[in-house]
């Protein structure tokens, strides 16, 4: 949700709020992020979205994304 509301996007926003729950619950569930600690790629988001840098955030998330498709478009 924080990613939501850095984004300064009120839909985005208002769709986090209202879903965060179940998403929450989904993850838990899940346990998708068990091994996100150790991932470079999630700690370098975890970390410039708690200093509040969108441009940073954006890089690394980007990073993130080009990791799971190897690159392609």
């Known amino acids: 949700m924080y990613i ?9 926003g208002d769709l986090y709020r209202n879903m965060s ?12 992020m068990d091994d996100a600690g150790d991932d470079p790629f999630h700690t370098a ?8 840098d969108p441009i940073a955030a954006t890089a690394a998330a ?7 498709t190897d690159g392609e478009p």
């Open 21 to 32: 729950d179940a998403l929450w619950e989904t993850v838990k569930a899940n346990q998708c």
């Open 45 to 52: 988001l975890f970390e410039a979205v708690l200093a509040g």
């Open 62 to 68: 980007l990073s993130i994304l080009d990791d799971y």
């Open 4 to 12: 939501a509301e850095a984004s300064h996007n009120w839909l985005l």
